[in-house]
Structure formats: structure tokens, C-alpha cells
């Protein structure tokens, strides 16, 4: 089992940044492929961004392509999701979720493990 720690959401205005981070702990960080989710209160959850268990792969939808940057150091377990040009539409609670999957998968279904969230607030 994998334990994950989301960090770094806060109040930041339109055209902003802000970098978040996911700790785990518990298991061979390596195994796990890390995505980060958001959600809307009274809306299901939305794929934001995926990366490969070595780091070497990443996918993004295409709200965020080109805004958001998502990493990982496997020395550190950690992934960041560093987001520049923030809009009131990325306002929302972001997740990071892991599964052992080779290919992204943009199903919050597919991954087993989830953090408590960390809340990002846009204001326009």
C-alpha cells in the first residue's frame, strides 16, 4: 500500500502560479504510476495530469496543456505539479492518485490510492 500527501493549494490571482506536491510513503514509490485529479464541489472528478512510474512519461488534458508541468523524483517520492497561468476555471480541490499501471488512465476508477486533496482558489 502507498500513502499520499497532497501540499501547496492556496488563494492566488488570475495569471498566477502555484506548485503542488505529493509525498508518499509506505511502498516501492517506483511501482506506481502518480495522476492528479481536481474536483468541483457537486461535479465528479477530473484527469488533470499523469505521470509514468520512471518519470520518463507525462500526459495532460488539454484544459491544462501548456499551463500546468507535472514531475516526480523517485529519490524523494514525490511528484509536483507546478501550474503557471492559472484561470477561476482551475479553481478547484486537487488529488494526486497512484495505481501499477503502465498506461495513463484518465478513470479516477483505475487507482486505488488517493490523498485528502489540497485546494487551489483562482480569483479572477
Known amino acids: 500500500q502507498v500513502q499520499l500527501v497532497e501540499s501547496g493549494g492556496g488563494l492566488v490571482e488570475t495569471g498566477g502560479s502555484l506548485r503542488l506536491s505529493c509525498v508518499a510513503s509506505?511502498?516501492?514509490?517506483?511501482?506506481?504510476?502518480i495522476t492528479w485529479f481536481r474536483q468541483v464541489a457537486g461535479t465528479e472528478r477530473e484527469f488533470v495530469a499523469s505521470i509514468s512510474r520512471s518519470g520518463s512519461t507525462t500526459y495532460s488534458s488539454e484544459s491544462v496543456k501548456g499551463r500546468f508541468t507535472i514531475s516526480r523524483d523517485n529519490s524523494e517520492n514525490t511528484v509536483n505539479l507546478q501550474m503557471s497561468s492559472l484561470k477561476p476555471s482551475d479553481t478547484a480541490l486537487y488529488y494526486c492518485a497512484a495505481a501499477v499501471l503502465f498506461l495513463p488512465a484518465t478513470a479516477p476508477s483505475a487507482y486505488n490510492y488517493w490523498g485528502q486533496g489540497t485546494r487551489v482558489t483562482v480569483s479572477s
Open positions: 509506505g511502498s516501492t514509490f517506483s511501482n506506481y504510476r
